[in-house]
């Protein structure tokens, strides 16, 4: 398939399957009515198609029909000659949940993947060599283990740390979401599956923290490799300086894995806690917020977060609800206020407004040099952010759901007035389009699945605040979505689906000599936004929602990454809790 763009297949569906008590939303794109057939071929319901609405993302005519009451089963549907097959079912997730979680395990560095766990995708261990200190050359430390970033074999921590969070909230709000029997090495011993994959990356996490406190933002080469199995990537390896993001959201998550692994492993949920306490030592300490920039010479993933203020204020709620000392939610409080009101007043706290200002140039130069990066909103702490540069969101969980009366009023009334606030605009934002993807026009970005499933999670959360059907239904469109209700008649899932991505970039998958892709991989998908030169040639004035190739080259519209995995578990699970 070279461009997914051109199909015109009439009827778009979740190519996984429906749940009996949710909608049954399929993407019409024929004005003739649809027909609804048992497994045994017999006509069980005609569905008029009362007209088609313009839906400028993609620049198709569109009509959602919800297929309404269904019992589980095997169905076909037709519009005119095409017809396509569902599934409807009570538990529709499982598969997507497990296959999710079981890609992470395929990126597990550092040891072998066995035959036994990983079917035809074995690879021996890599990465195991020592790796040199960037800027004291002669240290060198082993520092293995951890999972591969993305397409590329650079481990990073702040990216990291997200993802393990998105696994520990699922595992927290909605364990019976995940299964525990996804055939990983640890399968079995006691923990939940969900937990002992994120493990991997925790006792990675812990391994990249200083002798001070901070944390070291990523352990990569220099480059990024070609595409070769990770055993055969064995240039040198490096430490990259710490950093305030990196230190941040480690903290934060070490916090919430300490309380999360207490009953399974209370030695490890000591370490975690020891660690977190002493990395917020380190961001109290150095107050003089520097963003993080590559050194010169270091072309891996920047992950150049500007702002610290969401990361500390989510490690701040996180260690008050583990340690109960009043000074950390002190600390989330100001933190809250401050950036509330940071766009209207000048912060009284010269510290904060200090950082801010920091923010300000960093983002001017990054903006200049590098226009593919991120540069999000400088001021105020977005609580429906859940992504690896912001994570305000995470934080808000944490109070929503966990402090609850004991985060006080400010950071459970007004912050949940705030959260529900924001989620009027997600939920716009389905109702916008006509394919009830959850993006604006201009959010078809780098990776555009994880706004996407951002919006996904905060109307999951506003649901489990309010019961909002509306909510609930607007997150399961983004599972739809994910799963081939799109303008690309697609599932951006590897290994799911009758129509699925075939060809991500991803070294392992192009370099396996397997002609399936690694399973278990949600692409970055559609984006008009930051796109290299070479997909604007091939792809010119086409709408931004096919704004994508299915082409291993093609980072910037079909790269994997470990924290675009994530959020879908975290809403698949909760579908699968309900
Ligand atoms: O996910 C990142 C996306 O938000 C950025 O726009 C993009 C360009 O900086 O980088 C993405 O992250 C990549 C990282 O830098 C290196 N590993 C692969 C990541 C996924 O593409
Ligand atoms: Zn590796």
Known sequence: MSNAGSVNNPIRVNQLGYGTRLPKYV????????????????????????????????????????????????????SGEYTVDIEVSDKPYPTLVNSLIKGLYYQRCGCELEEKYAGLFT??????????????????????GGWHDAGDYGKYVSPGAVTVAHMLYSYLLFSEGCSDDLNIPETGNGTPDILNEARYELDWILKMQCEDGAF???????????????????DPEYIIPPSYTATAGATAVLALASRTYKKFDPAFSENALNAAVKGYKWLIAN???????????????????????????????????????RSYIDEAEKLYIFAK?????????????QMMIKQEEAVAYIN?????????????????????????????????????????????????????????????????????????????????????????????????LTGREDMRNGALS????????????????????????QNPHHRPSGADGVDAPVPGFI????????????????????????????????ADTNEVAIYWNSPVIFVASFFNAM
């Open 27 to 78: 993407a019409v794109l024929d004005e003739k009515p649809v027909y609804l057939f048992d497994n045994g071929g017999n006509l069980l319901t005609e569905y008029p198609v009362p007209g088609l609405s313009f839906d400028e993302a993609s620049g198709d005519n569109v009509y959602i029909l919800d297929l309404g009451d269904i019992k589980s089963g095997s169905y076909t549907l037709k």
């Open 368 to 464: 200049k040099k590098y226009p593919f990066f991120h540069t999000p909103k400088l001021l105020g702490l977005n609580l429906a952010e859940f992504g690896w540069s912001n994570v305000g969101g995470l934080g808000a969980l944490t109070c929503l759901f966990f402090l609850k009366e004991k985060a006080g009023h400010v950071l459970y009334d007004e912050l949940k007035e705030d959260f529900l606030k924001r989620s009027e605009d997600v939920l716009h934002k389905v109702n916008d389009s006509k394919y009830r993807t959850a993006l604006r026009i201009d959010e078809y970005v780098w990776g555009s699945v994880i706004n996407l499933m951002n919006n996904a999670m905060t109307m999951v959360v506003n649901f489990m």
């Open 341 to 353: 009101n940071a766009d209207k007043a000048p912060a009284e706290d010269m510290v904060f407004r």
């Open 287 to 325: 107050q003089d917020f520097v963003p993080y920039m590559n050194p010169k010479g270091v072309n891996t993933g920047p992950y150049n977060d500007t702002r610290v203020v969401d990361e500390l204020f989510w490690a701040s709620c996180e260690l008050y609800l583990v340690t109960g000392e």
């Open 216 to 234: 070291h933002h990523k352990l990569t080469k220099d480059h990024f490799a070609p595409f070769i199995m990770p055993e055969d990537d064995t």
């Open 123 to 144: 690879h021996k261990a890599c990465h195991t060599a020592p790796a040199t200190d960037w800027e004291d050359r002669s240290i060198k430390k082993t520092i293995t």
């Open 478 to 501: 983004q599972i739809d979505y994910s799963l081939g209700l799109n303008a690309l008649d697609l599932s951006f899932v590897t290994g799911l689906g009758h129509r699925s991505v």
């Open 523 to 554: 692409v970055g998908g559609p984006n008009k936004k930051w796109t290299y030169p070479e997909t604007k040639e091939r792809l010119g004035d086409t709408p931004a929602a096919k704004y994508y190739l299915d082409e291993t080259p093609s």
